[in-house]
T-cell receptor, first 113, second 114 residues
Framework: AQSVTQLGSHVSVSEGALVLLRCNYS??????LFWYVQYPNQGLQLLLK??????LVKGINGFEAEFKKSETSFHLTKPSAHMSDAAEYFC???????????FGAGTRLFVKA | KAGVTQTPRYLIKTRGQQVTLSCSPI?????VSWYQQTPGQGLQFLFE???????NKGNFPGRFSGRQFSNSRSEMNVSTLELGDSALYLC?????????????FGNGTRLTVT
């Protein structure tokens, strides 16, 4: 069965510092991978997705993620955090034939001034 | 293009009652998924509909049901409400070009059961 593990339910960084949010998946076949962001009292918005091809994926708001098959990881990074990045971030995976997307538990990002 | 619309935004019900939540997907999107979000359990998959057919269902009791209409609008129903059903219910639509088609979420319906 597919699953998604996000390491760290809370991450705190200073404004301008590197953001690194970790995601590992378990799947016997190559998955489709996504990162979503949720701001308070809102639904989720897509940040980026990996399907096939280039393993380094660029998303919105300066975020990017790298698919590493050997490590079954899809970590999300941003070189310089901004106060507006404070939100909850979800890693997600979907598999062919599954007709559903499974989400990790989420990581809440705090950005300190 | 209008986004995913969920109604109502907030709902307060009493244990034992039933509730119906509504979701209008983005125009042209044929797939609708429902998720329950709680602080303790995170995002839990409820079910997914495509062309009025339920294609997949999560591990929820039979009190949770849904349907999709010919215009792709979807409703979910929860009968005999329990306190533990208090949650944010999120609807998401996708164009269903394949599983690489991302989900577009509404802002959710926050259900409180007292």
């Amino acid at each position: 069965a597919q699953s998604v593990t996000q390491l760290g339910s809370h991450v705190s960084v200073s404004e301008g510092a590197l953001v690194l949010l970790r995601c590992n998946y378990s799947s016997s076949v190559p998955p489709y991978l996504f990162w979503y962001v949720q701001y308070p009292n809102q639904g989720l918005q897509l940040l980026l997705k990996y399907t096939t091809g280039a393993t380094l994926v660029k998303g919105i708001n300066g975020f990017e993620a790298e698919f590493k098959k050997s490590e079954t990881s899809f970590h999300l990074t941003k070189p310089s955090a901004h106060m507006s990045d404070a939100a909850e971030y979800f890693c997600a995976v979907s598999l062919t034939g599954g007709f559903k997307t499974i989400f990790g538990a989420g990581t809440r990002l705090f950005v300190k001034a | 293009k209008a986004g995913v619309t969920q109604t109502p935004r907030y709902l307060i019900k009493t244990r034992g009652q039933q509730v119906t939540l509504s979701c209008s997907p983005i125009s042209g999107h044929r797939s609708v998924s429902w998720y329950q979000q709680t602080p303790g359990q995170g995002l839990q998959f409820l079910f997914e509909y495509f062309s009025e057919t339920q294609r997949n269902k999560g591990n929820f009791p039979g009190r949770f049901s849904g349907r999709q209409f010919s215009n792709s609008r979807s409703e979910m129903n929860v009968s005999t409400l329990e306190l533990g059903d208090s949650a944010l219910y999120l609807c998401a639509s996708s164009r269903d070009e394949g599983l690489n088609s991302p989900l577009h979420f509404g802002n959710g319906t926050r259900l409180t059961v007292t």
